[in-house]
């Protein structure tokens, strides 16, 4: 019987020159807070899309985010680290990539709860 850890976290097991450099194993899925398939959702909106949910999550939670190759693999992931969250994970999956992307303390763009002369 193999070993969860020798698996990658879409179940298959790969070939030890298919490795990623700095992959997890399967247990930092179960971090996820939530799953959000944006495969098929056109630049910016799946931005948008991750932004929007990202607002919703508490620091520090964890997002599981499948996009397609191309511009969703090249902007998404600079957009998010553009704002402060953290990528802590990318792999291949059929027909694009898996991220797991841990929600920032405090995003750059959101306003304070506390305004001056409020």
Do not use: Y
């Amino acid at each position: 019987m193999e070993q969860e850890a020798d698996r990658r976290c879409d179940g298959h097991r790969p070939e030890p020159d298919q490795q990623i450099q700095g992959e997890r194993p399967c247990h930092a899925e179960a971090a996820a807070h939530t799953r959000l398939d944006l495969r098929g959702t056109a630049c910016p909106m799946n931005w948008v899309k991750l932004k929007l949910e990202l607002e919703e999550m508490a620091p520090g939670q964890v997002i599981e985010v499948w996009l397609d190759d191309g511009d969703a693999i090249r902007n998404v992931p600079r957009s998010a680290m553009a704002e402060g969250n953290a990528i802590l994970e990318v792999t291949p999956i059929e027909g694009g990539f898996r991220l797991l992307i841990e929600r920032a303390e405090a995003n750059p763009g959101e306003l304070s709860s506390t305004r001056p002369g409020a």
